[in-house]
């Protein structure tokens, strides 16, 4: 058993069907990095942005989890939360993980967003995929510098190290078109570290899905461009989704 630690939206009015979001964070990071977009999607629907084991404030398993084990842990997670459904938002190696877990879990992914998905194949080895991902860190709002430092430290480089290594052995391409669900595949126009060519391979791949480009956008489009992003979420499971996509409320809070 792990300690979880989950942000969880309080969304007012409550009992009924609005939906159920799980945002997933990628590597290096926790759940604050997901956090503007978690507190705009809070104005629709019931919003759960866990820290994955070994990141943030949840707790260290005793060895560094592959791929598929961060998915198991995932729906194991949501069944301790009584979760049967949700809609997955991902980013960068965070889709990755729900890649794996849509593959596996059909009956549990409602819909699957895919931002900014790393590994990319295309983007060559693990050096040159990171030198990448410091090319993007200018292009990203100033304030991430902060918790970006404070997620490092917590998670430690080795973890991140092992994590990454284990997940280009991932066999991610083969797995694309098994997925089932409505799937969205978003990516930053200035994105270095997630390539046009790989996501258009993925967009091509997936039976039913769609591929935007936010202008201007960086690697982390979640946080540095999150109301860019909830838009084109929003418009995609409005168009998706068999039920009428909700008005915003007015009162909420994200612990």
Not at 233 to 244: D, G, H, K, M
């Amino acid at each position: 058993e792990l300690t979880i630690h989950t942000r969880i939206s309080t969304t007012l009015p409550t009992g009924d069907d609005r939906p159920v979001f799980v945002l997933i964070h990628g590597l290096l990071i926790s759940s604050r990095y997901m956090m503007p977009t978690a507190k705009r999607l809070a104005l629709y629907g019931q919003v759960f942005v866990p820290d994955l084991p070994g990141f943030g404030l949840s707790e260290n398993p005793k060895h560094v989890f592959t791929v598929v084990e961060l998915a198991d842990t995932l729906v194991a997670w949501m069944d301790v939360l009584d979760l049967p459904q949700a809609i997955f938002i991902g980013n960068s190696l965070g889709c990755q993980v729900l890649i794996d877990l849509a593959v596996r879990y059909p009956m549990r992914v409602r819909g699957l967003i895919l931002t900014a998905p790393a590994l990319d194949p295309f983007g060559g080895n693990m050096v040159q995929q990171f030198i990448h991902l410091m090319m993007d860190a200018p292009l990203e709002h100033f304030s991430l510098a902060l918790p970006l430092f404070i997620d490092i430290f917590a998670g430690g480089p080795y973890r991140a190290l092992l994590t990454f290594r284990d997940a280009m052995a991932d066999p991610v391409v083969t797995k694309l078109p098994q997925i089932q669900a409505p799937t969205l595949i978003v990516r930053g126009e200035r994105d270095p570290v997630v390539s046009q060519r790989w996501v258009e391979k993925m967009n091509a791949s997936v039976p039913n899905s769609c591929l935007v480009i936010i202008p201007g956008g960086p690697h982390g489009v979640n946080y540095s461009t999150p109301d860019a992003l909830v838009e084109i979420v929003r418009a995609f499971l409005v168009r998706t989704q068999a039920e009428r996509w909700p008005a915003p409320v007015i009162a909420n809070k994200t612990d």
